[in-house]
C-alpha cells in the first residue's frame, strides 16, 4: 500500500504558476504509474496528466497540454504537476493517485491509491 500527500496548491492570479508536489511513503512510488486529476464541486473528478513508472510516457487532457507538466523524482518518492500560466477553470482541488494497471491512465477509475488533494485557487 502506498500513501499519497500533494501539496503546492493555492491562491494565485491569472497567469501565474503553481507546482504541485505529490510525496509517496509506504511503497516506493517506481512501482506505479501516477497520475493527477482535479475536482470542482458538482462536477466529476477529471483527468489532468499521467506519467508511467519510469517517467518514459506523459500523458495530457488535449485541453491542458502546454500549460501543465508531470515529472517524477523515484529517488524522492514524489511526482510534480507544474501548471503555468494558470486560468481562473484551472480553480479545484487537485489529487493524485497512483495504479499498477499500466493502462488506462486517463480513468480514475483504474487507480487504487489517492491522496488528500490540495486546493489550487486562481483569481481573474
Known amino acids: 500500500q502506498v500513501q499519497l500527500v500533494e501539496s503546492g496548491g493555492g491562491l494565485v492570479q491569472a497567469g501565474g504558476s503553481l507546482r504541485l508536489s505529490c510525496s509517496a511513503s509506504?511503497?516506493?512510488?517506481?512501482?506505479?504509474?501516477m497520475g493527477w486529476f482535479r475536482q470542482t464541486p458538482g462536477k466529476e473528478r477529471e483527468f489532468v496528466a499521467a506519467i508511467s513508472w519510469n517517467g518514459d510516457s506523459t500523458y495530457y487532457a488535449d485541453s491542458l497540454k502546454g500549460r501543465f507538466t508531470i515529472s517524477r523524482d523515484n529517488a524522492k518518492n514524489t511526482v510534480y504537476l507544474q501548471m503555468n500560466n494558470l486560468k481562473a477553470e484551472d480553480t479545484a482541488v487537485y489529487y493524485c493517485?497512483?495504479?499498477?494497471?499500466?493502462?488506462?491512465?486517463?480513468?480514475?477509475?483504474?487507480?487504487?491509491?489517492w491522496g488528500q488533494g490540495t486546493q489550487v485557487t486562481v483569481s481573474s
Open positions: 493517485a497512483a495504479t499498477t494497471s499500466r493502462r488506462g491512465l486517463d480513468k480514475r477509475n483504474f487507480y487504487r491509491f
Open positions: 509506504g511503497r516506493t512510488v517506481s512501482n506505479y504509474d
